[in-house]
C-alpha cells in the first residue's frame, strides 16, 4: 500500500472508528484493524500494542470503549467538518464575534464560512464579499483568533486597504492572545492592545466602501 492509499485507508477506518464510538456500537474487530493499520505506518502506541497482544474474544465492552478513545487520541485523529458538524458550528459562532469589529468600523460587505468545493483537504475558509485569501481553517484548528487572522486577509484582499486599524495611530492592528484572551495590537508606542476581538470600539461611519 502507498503513502497516499494508506492515509485514506487511516481516515476512513479512523471515522468509523470515531462515529461509532460517538454513536454507539463499536466493535473490537474494527479497533484492531485499525490498530494494525497504524502498526503498519511504523507507529506503535500503548494502546495499538494491547490490543494486538490481547485475544479479541478477551475485551470486555469497557475495554473497547477505552481503547478506542486512546488511539484516536494517540493517533491525533480530527474528525472532518462533515463527520463533526459542531466544528463548523463553532467557527460560524467565531466570525460573527469577528464580524462585530467589521461593522464597527463601518466595513459593509458579506462575511460568512464556507468549504469550498475546490478545497480537496476539506478546510474551512473565511470568504468575503466572494473572496477568498490566505490559508484554510482545519478541522480542530478553530477559535476566535485563527478565525480573525482568516477574515482579516480575506477583508484586506477585498477592500485593498489595512483593516482594522488604531484609533489612535492609524496603523494596522494584529492579532494576538492576551491572558487568554483574542484581542487586537497596535504596534505604535512599544506595542499596546486596540480591543479585545469582537469590541472594538465604534469609528465614525465611512462613505462606500474604499477600494
Known amino acids: ?38 502498526e503498519d505506518w511504523t507507529v506503535s502506541t500503548p494502546a495499538t500494542r494491547e490490543l494486538l497482544e490481547r485475544r479479541t474474544a478477551e475485551l470486555t465492552a469497557a475495554d473497547v470503549l477505552r481503547l478506542g478513545g486512546a488511539l484516536l487520541d494517540e493517533v491525533n485523529f480530527v474528525p472532518t467538518y462533515a463527520l463533526e458538524p459542531a ?20 466595513v459593509t460587505g458579506t462575511l460568512r464560512m464556507v468549504i469550498p468545493d475546490w478545497d480537496s483537504m476539506g478546510m474551512a475558509w473565511v470568504e468575503f464579499d466572494g473572496a477568498f485569501q490566505g490559508n484554510g481553517i482545519p478541522p480542530g484548528a478553530g477559535g476566535v483568533l485563527n478565525v480573525a487572522d482568516a477574515a482579516q486577509e480575506a477583508i484586506m484582499e477585498v477592500i485593498w486597504r489595512a483593516w482594522p486599524v488604531c484609533p489612535v495611530h492609524d496603523r494596522g492592528l494584529y492579532t494576538e492572545a492576551e491572558n487568554e484572551t483574542a484581542v487586537w495590537r497596535c504596534t505604535a508606542d512599544e506595542g499596546h492592545t486596540v480591543a479585545p476581538i469582537g469590541e472594538f470600539p465604534p469609528l465614525p461611519r465611512r462613505r462606500g466602501r474604499v477600494r
Not at 7 to 32: I, K, N, P, S, W
Not at 87 to 106: C, Q, Y
Open 1 to 38: 500500500m502507498d503513502p497516499d492509499e494508506l492515509r485514506q485507508t487511516f481516515r476512513e477506518l479512523g471515522a468509523r472508528v470515531y462515529t461509532a464510538l460517538r454513536d454507539g456500537g463499536l466493535e473490537a474487530g474494527l479497533l484492531v484493524e485499525l490498530a494494525c493499520l497504524v
Open 87 to 106: 466544528l463548523f458550528a463553532e467557527l460560524e459562532e467565531d466570525l460573527k464575534v469577528v464580524e462585530r469589529d467589521l461593522r464597527a468600523t463601518g
